[in-house]
């Protein structure tokens, strides 16, 4: 009997799409096919993910015949009238999207307390200048305790799951788009708020400071949040960045039309890294040359290198739709 019988039977007493076992093996949709086709076969690593998955040897799923296995009902997917979440990714993409917002506040929070007690030693009698520095490198320990973590897990997830069905309906589209816009509106009006208050505190120069950086912490919290939740639910902008994080031998196991997809979006991030690299040198020369002064307005570089990707994407878009 063959691998290719093998894998298809035990497939159907799962109850399970090429698309499922595809996720839950890391690899795209086309991959499963070939194998069942019998055009190419799994790297080992692969096979062993089968054994543990289906709960048999290396021996029985390559060589052995298992045709005759019943199904486990207990163990098959549930049928389905739409795609599911059958990785976990809404999961660990919503996680995500809670600890990086809030370890960058934690920072900016941290920043804040440092300057209301560095201010503090401007009243007579205080004695708070010990503290100012220890608050600011708490909270950039704790932020970072945060952040780091969250995106190895994501890095972790990505590399196991580079391929997602899309599971989510028009309604939580729609609600992770709402999402967003009321995280910016909230966290714009923050920020605003804050720089309201320099002008409200100016006689209170301990708080003049602090104050617009709490605001600070609270907008951007709000701001990364809803950007990460609507970006969670574009999951093919998640299996477009798998797709340019490619290798050749990866990529060598698409069909053609995947394959051709692979390479275009790594030669479109290259060209985004080129441009923004350059505008970084740009940036730097125009800082540290003092012939050119241009100190004021060298940071313009990144901007206009940011406005030149997306005439990049922006003409890709337009070629790829011919």
Same mark, same amino acid.
């Given at each position: 009997?063959?691998?290719?019988?093998?894998?298809?039977?035990?497939?159907?007493?799962?109850?399970?799409?090429?698309?499922?076992?595809?996720?839950?093996?890391? #690899?795209?949709?086309?991959?499963?096919?070939?194998?069942? !086709?019998?055009?190419?076969?799994?790297?080992?690593?692969?096979? /062993?993910?089968?054994?543990?998955?289906?709960?048999?040897?290396?021996?029985?799923?390559?060589?052995?015949?298992? $045709?005759?296995?019943?199904?486990?009902?207990?163990?098959?997917?549930?049928?389905?009238?739409?795609?599911?979440?059958?990785?976990?990714?809404?999961?660990?993409?919503? $996680?995500?999207? %809670? &600890?990086?917002?809030? @370890?960058?506040?934690? /920072?900016?929070?941290?920043?804040?307390?440092?300057?209301?007690?560095?201010?503090?030693?401007?009243?007579?009698?205080?004695?708070?200048?010990?503290?100012?520095? !220890?608050?600011?490198?708490?909270?950039?320990? #704790?932020?970072?305790?945060? /952040?780091?973590?969250?995106?190895?897990?994501?890095?972790?997830?990505?590399?196991?799951?580079?391929?997602?069905?899309?599971?989510? $309906?028009?309604?939580?589209?729609?609600?992770?788009?709402?999402?967003?816009? $009321?995280?910016?509106?909230?966290?714009?009006?923050?920020?605003? !708020?804050?720089?309201?208050?320099? /002008?409200?505190?100016?006689?209170?120069? %301990?708080? !003049? =400071?602090?104050?617009?950086?709490?605001? *600070?912490?609270? @907008?951007?919290?709000?701001?990364?949040?809803?950007? +990460?939740?609507?970006?969670?639910?574009?999951?093919?902008?998640?299996?477009? &960045?798998?797709?340019? =994080?490619?290798?050749?031998?990866?990529?060598?196991?698409?069909?053609?039309?995947?394959?051709?997809?692979?390479?275009? *979006?790594?030669?479109?991030?290259?060209?985004?890294?080129?441009?923004?690299?350059?505008?970084?040198?740009?940036?730097?020369?125009?800082?540290? #040359?003092?012939?050119?002064? *241009?100190?004021?307005?060298?940071? +313009?570089?990144?901007?206009?290198?940011?406005?030149?990707?997306?005439?990049? &994407?922006?003409?890709?878009?337009?070629?790829?739709? &011919?």
């Amino acid at each position: 009997m063959s691998f290719r019988d093998n894998l298809q039977h035990l497939r159907a007493t799962r109850n399970m799409t090429q698309e499922q076992l595809a996720m839950l093996l890391g #690899v795209s949709r086309q991959s499963v096919s070939k194998w069942e !086709a019998e055009r190419a076969y799994p790297e080992m690593d692969k096979l /062993i993910r089968l054994c543990e998955l289906f709960e048999c040897t290396l021996d029985e799923l390559v060589l052995g015949d298992m $045709t005759a296995r019943p199904a486990n009902p207990a163990a098959s997917m549930p049928p389905r009238a739409a795609p599911q979440d059958v990785t976990g990714y809404d999961q660990a993409m919503r $996680t995500f999207a %809670w &600890k990086l917002p809030l @370890g960058i506040a934690v /920072i900016v929070a941290g920043a804040a307390l440092s300057v209301l007690f560095a201010g503090l030693t401007l009243v007579p009698g205080s004695a708070y200048q010990s503290y100012s520095s !220890a608050l600011m490198l708490v909270g950039a320990a #704790v932020g970072i305790a945060l /952040i780091v973590p969250a995106l190895f897990a994501r890095r972790e997830f990505r590399r196991s799951h580079p391929f997602v069905e899309d599971f989510y $309906t028009a309604e939580q589209k729609s609600q992770a788009r709402k999402a967003f816009s $009321t995280g910016l509106v909230a966290g714009i009006a923050l920020v605003m !708020a804050g720089l309201a208050s320099t /002008i409200v505190l100016q006689p209170f120069p %301990w708080l !003049a =400071g602090s104050v617009p950086l709490f605001f *600070a912490a609270l @907008g951007a919290f709000f701001i990364v949040h809803g950007y +990460l939740v609507k970006s969670c639910c574009d999951v093919e902008r998640y299996n477009e &960045k798998s797709l340019r =994080g490619m290798n050749e031998a990866q990529i060598g196991a698409l069909d053609d039309d995947l394959a051709s997809r692979a390479r275009q *979006a790594k030669r479109t991030y290259g060209m985004y890294a080129l441009i923004m690299g350059l505008s970084t040198v740009v940036g730097l020369v125009l800082l540290f #040359v003092p012939a050119l002064n *241009a100190r004021w307005w060298f940071w +313009l570089a990144w901007p206009i290198g940011g406005i030149l990707c997306g005439v990049v &994407k922006a003409y890709r878009s337009v070629r790829s739709a &011919k």
